[in-house]
């Protein structure tokens, strides 16, 4: 077992030991807590890997008025997307690859220095995102001390798992809302009962290693979780079918899989277009459309002096940003998608061309009203 997973088992045992002490049910002695409580304190100075949770460490929550915008200090665009095999096959031609589980959470970026993780932030606009470091440092699988002493930034998913999502889904629509939400709550001892988890898919400085899967398994030393992911042996259709089942097991939601180039170096050299980066591919499972429901509807005037409905709907995360407003161009547009338009109405809503905005269908009344009859 490596000193990672070590570390986890034993704040496992720890923490469960004292939660079951303080409900009255001791489950080991007193020296059996101090043994293992020595042995991780030695554990965490041996190896400089230390989490928020851990019982040698007095956790902070911090509660903010708002989440900051902050510029990112490497773009964090989003991703290209096929339903198609053969555009998979097309795009890998001859490459060295990487498949790995396309999370379905909320993008963030962690950086450290010198060892301590010093910011933390969502995607945004892929050039602008929130800072949520209050909420980032009490997430258990964020390690807030690594024994990394360069500059280390790493990009990757913040998830609520299938199987804690079971605790919330009486009143959340699925994990990756929960997950969005939750990481950008402003009190993190609230976030901290969410019980989130940080998988890390990219490492976007640090490390000299060219290819991405060594990358990212330095980066599983040093105590971050990594993302589930196969090496370009087998068909696509086998590394699909591979991603599937690690990520069953660990409980993750996905909706697709990412195929990455591996070199790093020949990443930069692709380059990228103003929406995504040119090394990496992602097969969607499903297409990508979102229920939510309307709030109001605005009207813009435009320079031509034509008004323009525009829906308002509870905000979705849609590709790692947030949405919640929708133009529909014109009345008779409002009136073919909506019909009669009300508050609390249920819309799916996507992203066109992976930008803009779009209703695909609407709950009118009248299909309530042929239901109840």
């Not at 007095?58 to 990112?72: A, D, G, M």
């Not at 042996?233 to 097991?249: A, G, M, P, Q, V």
Request: charged content about 30%; overall charge negative.
């Amino acid at each position: 077992m490596s000193d990672k997973f070590e570390i986890i088992a034993l704040i496992r045992q720890l923490n469960e030991a004292t939660e079951q002490y303080d409900m009255g049910h001791p489950i080991m002695s007193d020296k059996e807590w101090d043994d293992l409580y020595f042995e991780l304190k030695m554990k965490e100075t041996e190896t400089g890997i230390i989490f928020p949770n851990s019982p040698t460490q007095n956790i902070h929550f911090t509660k903010v008025s708002e989440l900051k915008k902050i510029n990112h200090n490497h773009l964090m665009l989003s991703l290209d997307k096929t339903k198609n095999i053969e555009d998979i096959d097309k795009f890998l031609q001859n490459y060295d690859f990487i498949a790995m589980a396309k999370l379905d959470g909320l993008t963030c970026s962690l950086r450290y220095l010198n060892g301590e993780l010093v910011s933390a932030e969502t995607r945004g606009d892929g050039k602008i995102g929130e800072d949520i470091l209050h909420n980032a440092l009490v997430i258990s699988s964020i390690p807030k001390k690594i024994s990394y002493w360069k500059e280390l930034i790493v990009d990757g998913e913040i998830i609520c798992t299938y199987s804690n999502f079971e605790k919330f889904k009486d009143k959340y629509k699925n994990p990756r809302n929960f997950a969005s939400g939750s990481i950008r709550l402003l009190d993190s001892k609230e976030c901290f009962s969410r019980n989130l988890t940080f998988v890390v898919w990219d490492v976007i400085k640090g490390f000299k290693n060219d290819y991405l899967h060594n990358r990212l398994l330095e980066a599983e030393k040093l105590g971050f979780t990594i993302v589930p992911w196969t090496g370009d042996n087998h068909t696509i259709e086998d590394d699909i079918s591979e991603i599937k089942e690690l990520s069953d097991k660990k409980s993750y939601p996905i909706d697709g899989v990412v195929f990455k180039i591996e070199s790093q170096k020949i990443s930069n050299e692709l380059g990228y277009t103003a929406h995504h980066f040119n090394n990496a591919i992602a097969y969607k499972f499903y297409d990508e459309t979102y229920e939510t429901e309307v709030k109001d509807i605005e009207w813009t005037m435009g320079r031509t002096g034509q008004l323009t409905p525009v829906v308002i709907f509870e905000p979705i995360d849609i590709d790692g940003s947030i949405v919640e407003r929708c133009s529909l161009f014109n009345l008779s547009i409002l009136k073919e998608k909506l019909g009669q338009p009300y508050i609390g109405q249920k819309i799916w809503v996507c992203k066109r061309n992976q930008i803009i905005p779009y209703i695909e269908k609407a709950e009118k009344i009248s299909n309530i009203l042929g239901k109840i009859t």
